[in-house]
């Protein structure tokens, strides 16, 4: 966990801890929200970061892991031009990990909890950045639904999240 209570922690200090622990998989877990007014949006979604957001990142990635000795356990080069290929090569397999672990925590999940219809989504969320970790950002549901809120607020319902995600982890 990044933390224990419910104080807010810069969005990159949230990887970065990942990234520090040398984590196998970061889970960044929420609740979506509609427009006001809108109760209709209801379901699970996870997030993977998408190659677009990769690539138009990928400079500003450079400009802070240059610094760093290592990076997925290979040093970096000090060509600030081959450690941008590094690091968009193994943020590239990230990536394809992180869509790989959705697929499968979808697979194991469908069963115990909803799903939105177009449940795997692609966005450049920041936790969703980091270069050598597969990263996924999961909306559990939505409080603006009534139905997903009541299920959220439930033991039952968070047992049932709880229990998906370890199947998918697992």
Request: glycine share 8%.
């Given at each position: 966990l990044t933390r224990e209570d419910d104080r807010f922690l810069v969005l990159q200090d949230r990887y970065?801890?990942?990234?520090?622990?040398?984590?196998?998989?970061f889970i960044s877990i929420h609740a979506d929200s509609?427009?006001?007014?809108?109760?209709?949006?209801?379901g699970?979604?996870?997030y993977t970061l998408s190659e677009v957001a990769s690539d138009r990142q990928a400079a500003l990635l450079a400009g802070?892991?240059?610094?760093?000795?290592?990076?997925?356990?290979?040093?970096?080069s000090g060509n600030p031009s081959v450690d941008l290929i590094l690091i968009d090569l193994t943020q590239r397999e990230s990536m394809t990990r992180s869509a790989e672990f959705a697929r499968v925590l979808h697979r194991e999940a469908a069963p115990v909890f909803p799903f939105r219809?177009?449940?795997?989504?692609?966005?450049?969320?920041i936790v969703l950045k980091a270069p050598d970790i597969p990263s996924i950002l999961f909306e559990s549901g939505y409080v603006t639904n009534a139905t997903d809120m009541a299920y959220?607020?439930?033991?039952?319902?968070?047992?049932?999240?709880a229990t998906g995600m370890r199947r998918a982890i697992e």
């Open positions: 970065e801890i990942a990234r520090r622990l040398s984590a196998d998989l509609g427009p006001p007014g809108s109760d209709t949006a209801r699970a979604t996870i802070r892991e240059n610094a760093a000795d290592r990076i997925a356990g290979a040093p970096m219809p177009d449940w795997h989504r692609f966005a450049a969320f959220l607020r439930s033991p039952e319902g968070r047992r049932e999240i």
